[in-house]
C-alpha cells in the first residue's frame, strides 16, 4: 500500500468514527428525552393522586363534622325528651296536688 491508500483509509475510519459518535449522542438524547417524558408522567400521576387524597380528606373531614353536628342535634333532642317528660310529671303532679286539695 501507498501513502495514498492508507491517508485514505485513515479519513474513511476517521468518518466512520465521527459517525458512531454521532449516533452515541442521538441515541443519549433519545432515552433522556423518554426518561424526562416518564417523569413528567409520573409527576402527574402524583399530583393528581394528592389532590384525590386531598379531596378524599376534605370530604372525610364534612362528614364527621356533620356526624358531630348530627350527634350534638340527637343530644338536644333526647334533652328536650327529658325535658318534656319532666314537665309532664310536674304537671301530673300539679294535677294531683289539685285534685286531693278539692
Known amino acids: 500500500m501507498n501513502e495514498s491508500e492508507l491517508r485514505l483509509r485513515e479519513l474513511e475510519n476517521h468518518g466512520n468514527n465521527t459517525l458512531l459518535y454521532v449516533l452515541v449522542i442521538v441515541v443519549v438524547l433519545l432515552v433522556t428525552m423518554y426518561l424526562y417524558t416518564q417523569y413528567q408522567e409520573s409527576q402527574q400521576k402524583t399530583k393528581n393522586v394528592?389532590?384525590?387524597a386531598l379531596a378524599q380528606t376534605k370530604e372525610l373531614k364534612d362528614l364527621?363534622?356533620?356526624?358531630?353536628?348530627?350527634?350534638?342535634t340527637l343530644d338536644t333532642?333526647?334533652?328536650?325528651?327529658?325535658?318534656?317528660s319532666a314537665m309532664s310529671a310536674t304537671i301530673e303532679s300539679q294535677l294531683d296536688l289539685a285534685e286531693k286539695s278539692v
Do not use: Q
Open 50 to 52: 394528592e389532590a384525590s
Open 64 to 72: 364527621a363534622d356533620s356526624l358531630k353536628t348530627g350527634s350534638t
Open 77 to 84: 333532642v333526647e334533652n328536650e325528651g327529658d325535658v318534656d
